[in-house]
């Protein structure tokens, strides 16, 4: 027992330092819809916070979003078939996040791993929950950057992969992204853009996102361009 205690006590000495040294910020924001990869999830306001922990490199994060759908969106993440009977409720999404940086040169490379639950109540359906995990690749060079996401879908055969293209300009985000999606019994795609850009205003910051599908198989092929506005707060904790 007085082994056990000694090592507990170590290692929670341990991470109380880590986090000393960390450093530790947060956001608390607000957007009028909730977009991933070009899809709109949650088509009425979204709010969200965000902590994370840098160190060394490394860093450590948790974000919660909380969003609806009045049953016209196109898509429900991961359940398509809800989507198509117009369902709605409400969607919190968790996600953690571990991830590591490096510089070489004028070479960036990262690499990360996220776990996302995907928490719906819906009028409908009920309650669903989806839970994803992701592995990503990425390389940066000069505001070029080129990221593989490579994804699965939790108690399902379900797994996705993407590969991501982006170019910053100035303040200005542009990517293009290409997503292929394995049900376990075929396979889907879909390419997107999104265009982002932000600036500052009376301490707030302000976001504007552009984003909709280029070509896509069904659910998505009819799915309008999405035009996002954000407003989030950045502390330092």
């Not at 996040?97 to 040169?105: A, I, L």
């Not at 940066?140 to 992969?161: F, N, R």
């Not at 991501?164 to 997107?192: A, E």
Request: charged share 20%.
């Amino acid at each position: 027992m007085k082994f056990f205690s000694k090592l507990l006590t170590t290692v929670a000495l341990l991470a109380t330092s880590l986090v000393a040294f960390a450093e530790v910020s947060g956001q608390l924001g607000v957007n009028s819809s909730h977009v991933r990869r070009g899809v709109e999830l949650g088509n009425e306001t979204a709010t969200y916070g965000a902590i994370q922990f840098d160190l060394a490199g490394l860093s450590f994060g948790a974000t919660v979003v909380d969003t609806s759908a009045d049953g016209e969106q196109d898509y429900i993440c991961c359940l398509p078939s809800l989507a198509v009977a117009n369902d709605s409720g409400d969607l919190t999404e968790t996600t953690y996040s571990v991830g590591y940086d490096v510089t070489v040169g004028k070479l960036g490379v990262a690499l990360g791993y996220l776990q996302r639950e995907n928490k719906w109540s819906l009028e409908l359906a009920g309650d669903q929950v989806v839970d994803t995990a992701e592995f990503s690749a990425s390389i940066d060079l000069q505001g070029i950057a080129l990221t593989y996401i490579d994804g699965t879908v939790k108690g399902d055969p379900s797994s996705y992969e993407e590969i991501l293209l982006g170019y910053m300009v100035g303040n200005t985000q542009i990517s293009l992204g290409d997503v292929t999606v394995d049900t376990g019994f075929d396979d889907t795609s879909y390419k997107y853009y999104e265009i982002s850009t932000g600036s500052e205003v009376w301490g707030l910051d302000l976001s504007v996102t552009l984003t909709g599908i280029i070509s896509a198989e069904d659910p998505l092929e009819d799915q309008k361009s999405s035009l996002v506005l954000g407003l989030s707060k950045s502390l330092s904790l």
